[in-house]
């Protein structure tokens, strides 16, 4: 996460400069949700899906509400 940013991998296997050595099954779709506190980011979620199968805005909205609280 940088900047407190959502970062969403629709398929790390088609993101460039993405690594996925080491795991021969990695998870395709992944999201990146900071935590924050007082705006600043804390921490983060973490979601993956096995297959690529992107996230909605709803679901990313949804995460969202929970990661911003006070």
């Given at each position: 996460?940088?900047?407190?940013?959502?970062?969403?991998?629709?398929?790390?296997?088609?993101?460039?400069?993405?690594?996925?050595?080491?795991?021969?099954?990695?998870?395709?779709t992944r999201l990146g949700v900071?935590?924050?506190?007082?705006?600043?980011?804390?921490?983060?979620?973490?979601?993956?899906?096995?297959?690529?199968?992107?996230?909605?805005?709803?679901?990313?909205?949804?995460?969202?509400?929970?990661s911003d609280q006070?």
């Amino acid at each position: 996460m940088t900047g407190g940013n959502v970062i969403h991998i629709r398929d790390v296997l088609e993101e460039p400069g993405f690594n996925s050595e080491g795991d021969p099954t990695p998870a395709r779709t992944r999201l990146g949700v900071p935590l924050l506190r007082d705006g600043n980011p804390i921490g983060v979620f973490v979601l993956t899906r096995q297959a690529v199968q992107p996230f909605t805005e709803k679901q990313i909205e949804l995460v969202s509400t929970f990661s911003d609280q006070p």
